[in-house]
């Protein structure tokens, strides 16, 4: 289809950059659907990155709208908002928080702006999905005065991944006729994982927080721990801010637990004693969360996981659902280790449905823009 002569249809570059990958998609969008081009992924540091998209986009016609994901710039909504000054240098600000992350974004904005000048570039928020925690969620037991230019709150992340499996368990319903779930559990199990709390479609905790360092373990980060320990590391065992970020973001979790550098496949394929209680480990901090998010909710209606490791680790999954059966949450062993792709995997027993939910970002961001270009137009 040529889109010159159907203005209806709009080119969109989906920008999906983390702390040292970039993942680029090529749509064709319309109101309701949109269609996959192209896609191509890359790793590296930032200098490579940005070489990498100037490369792809000298290749190819400049398209008529970027999304870019952005990890964190405070208190933002879930709609895409277009990119302007005083929103870069929100970004900017915000990459105290979030610095490999948010100064790469900028970089990759200030290439396309560089090489397509005319496009409209867009912010898509990985933090905008918890705008609307409840205070009792958002809130820290601290003094609210203590960062003026930062406000100490649970701001969330991965939202743009659990409102992805939020969507393929409403798709998943609505197909067979049924309602969505009004209590929901959403696990985000990768490099970095989180667990959201969703009631009647609106989350109402979850386990990340003023950073992307707070709640369970994660692959080389160490999720929430004493802060005592910081402190005694800080005050009493002579260790830099520096070296102590270091230590919680790249030397931590299940890196810190057992050899494998935090990756679960590699942890998974040592089968030590010093590797399966790494992975014990895992299963059990995930399992906990669970256990508080059915306490705030009383109940629990779905699970939802999904993630690298929640995707492709049917073990995993085995060993975080291991045991609450009494709270009706069966899982089927045989769908479960035969489960590929979007699959039910509870037991015909079970009272609580179990998914597995493949995550997709780019259909995501996709879907919130689509979203804000009707707004737009019925305004």
């Given at each position: 289809?040529?889109?010159?002569?159907?203005?209806a249809?709009?080119?969109?570059?989906?920008?999906?950059?983390?702390s040292?990958?970039?993942?680029?998609?090529?749509?064709?969008?319309?109101?309701?659907?949109?269609?996959?081009?192209?896609q191509?992924?890359s790793?590296?540091?930032?200098?490579?990155?940005?070489?990498?998209?100037?490369?792809?986009?000298?290749r190819?016609?400049?398209?008529?709208?970027?999304?870019?994901r952005?990890?964190?710039?405070?208190?933002?909504?879930?709609?895409?908002?277009?990119?302007?000054?005083?929103?870069l240098?929100r970004?900017?600000?915000?990459?105290?928080?979030?610095?490999?992350?948010?100064h790469?974004?900028?970089?990759?904005?200030?290439?396309?702006?560089?090489?397509?000048?005319?496009v409209?570039?867009?912010?898509?928020?990985?933090?905008?999905?918890?705008?609307?925690l409840?205070?009792?969620?958002?809130r820290?037991?601290?003094?609210?005065?203590?960062?003026p230019?930062?406000?100490?709150?649970?701001?969330?992340?991965?939202?743009?991944?659990?409102?992805?499996?939020?969507?393929?368990?409403?798709?998943?319903?609505?197909?067979?006729?049924q309602?969505?779930?009004?209590?929901?559990?959403?696990l985000?199990?990768?490099?970095?994982?989180?667990?959201?709390?969703w009631r009647?479609?609106?989350?109402?905790?979850?386990?990340?927080?003023?950073?992307p360092?707070e709640?369970?373990?994660?692959?080389?980060?160490?999720?929430?721990?004493?802060?005592?320990?910081?402190?005694?590391?800080?005050?009493?065992?002579?260790?830099?801010v520096?070296?102590?970020?270091?230590?919680?973001?790249?030397?931590s979790?299940?890196?810190?637990?057992?050899?494998?550098?935090?990756?679960?496949?590699?942890?998974?394929?040592?089968?030590?004693a010093e590797?399966?209680?790494?992975?014990?480990h895992?299963?059990?901090?995930?399992?906990?969360?669970?256990?508080?998010?059915?306490?705030?909710?009383?109940?629990?209606?779905?699970?939802?996981?999904?993630?690298?490791?929640?995707?492709?680790q049917?073990?995993?999954?085995?060993?975080?659902?291991?045991g609450?059966?009494?709270?009706?949450?069966a899982?089927?062993s045989t769908?479960?280790?035969?489960?590929q792709?979007?699959?039910?995997?509870?037991?015909?027993?079970?009272?609580a449905?179990?998914?597995?939910?493949?995550v997709n970002?780019?259909?995501?961001?996709?879907?919130?823009?689509q979203?804000?270009?009707?707004?737009?137009?019925?305004?």
């Amino acid at each position: 289809m040529n889109r010159q002569s159907n203005p209806a249809v709009q080119s969109v570059l989906v920008c999906n950059a983390g702390s040292s990958s970039l993942k680029l998609a090529g749509c064709e969008v319309r109101h309701n659907n949109f269609d996959l081009r192209w896609q191509i992924s890359s790793e590296g540091n930032a200098d490579e990155l940005c070489n990498n998209l100037r490369t792809e986009l000298s290749r190819r016609e400049c398209p008529q709208a970027v999304l870019h994901r952005i990890v964190h710039a405070g208190l933002v909504q879930e709609e895409p908002q277009r990119l302007d000054d005083a929103l870069l240098a929100r970004i900017s600000h915000w990459a105290a928080l979030a610095p490999l992350h948010n100064h790469l974004a900028l970089r990759l904005i200030d290439t396309i702006s560089q090489q397509c000048p005319q496009v409209s570039q867009f912010a898509v928020f990985d933090s905008g999905l918890y705008a609307r925690l409840p205070a009792v969620a958002s809130r820290y037991a601290l003094p609210g005065d203590l960062s003026p230019l930062w406000p100490l709150r649970r701001y969330g992340f991965h939202g743009l991944a659990h409102r992805s499996q939020w969507r393929s368990v409403q798709q998943s319903n609505a197909v067979v006729g049924q309602p969505m779930p009004r209590r929901l559990i959403t696990l985000q199990l990768g490099s970095g994982c989180s667990v959201t709390t969703w009631r009647d479609n609106q989350t109402i905790d979850t386990t990340m927080g003023f950073t992307p360092l707070e709640g369970v373990v994660m692959a080389t980060r160490s999720g929430s721990i004493d802060p005592g320990i910081l402190l005694h590391l800080l005050g009493n065992e002579g260790m830099t801010v520096a070296e102590l970020s270091a230590l919680l973001t790249k030397e931590s979790g299940l890196a810190a637990l057992a050899d494998g550098g935090g990756d679960m496949r590699r942890i998974l394929a040592l089968a030590t004693a010093e590797s399966e209680a790494a992975v014990h480990h895992f299963c059990m901090q995930i399992r906990k969360a669970v256990g508080a998010a059915i306490a705030v909710l009383g109940g629990v209606d779905a699970i939802s996981i999904g993630g690298g490791i929640g995707e492709h680790q049917p073990q995993v999954r085995a060993g975080i659902l291991d045991g609450l059966e009494e709270l009706g949450i069966a899982l089927d062993s045989t769908r479960n280790f035969a489960a590929q792709g979007l699959t039910a995997l509870h037991h015909d027993d079970s009272r609580a449905q179990i998914w597995l939910t493949p995550v997709n970002e780019v259909t995501e961001m996709i879907c919130q823009y689509q979203k804000s270009m009707q707004v737009q137009e019925n305004k």
